[in-house]
Nanobody, 115 residues
Framework: QVQMVESGGGLVQPEGSLRLSCAASRSIFSIDTMGWYRQAPGKQRELVAVITRGGSTTYADSVKGRFTISSDNAKNTVNLQMNSLKPEDTAVYYC?????????WGQGTQVTVSS
């Protein structure tokens, strides 16, 4: 019943920036992690960034130094600030929240990096 709702995707030029936001449709009990995944055409879904309840972050090597994940556990929200975007970042980005027993997903938002 709970879903994550993403916003902020769109078309941006290389070296540009976008900020993705995601919020749960209702409160989620005991979230362990929140994160962002992406899937490009012809490729498998991959983890982009994840943040734990305690604030520890992990990034894919391809986005380190360019992307920043942040969250507010009390509000069940997670953001992804994407800077210095590259064409290789083009993908559908999915928001995820994980509790001890469940995964919650968003519908995905398209990010296209192109001149």
């Amino acid at each position: 019943q709970v879903q994550m709702v993403e916003s902020g995707g769109g078309l941006v030029q290389p070296e540009g920036s976008l900020r993705l936001s995601c919020a749960a449709s209702r409160s989620i009990f005991s979230i362990d992690t929140m994160g962002w995944y992406r899937q490009a055409p012809g490729k498998q879904r991959e983890l982009v960034a994840v943040i734990t309840r305690g604030g520890s972050t992990t990034y894919a090597d391809s986005v380190k130094g360019r992307f920043t994940i942040s969250s507010d556990n009390a509000k069940n929200t997670v953001n992804l600030q994407m800077n210095s975007l590259k064409p290789e970042d083009t993908a559908v980005y999915y928001c995820n929240a994980k509790s001890l027993t469940r995964d919650f997903w968003g519908q995905g938002t398209q990010v296209t990096v192109s001149s």
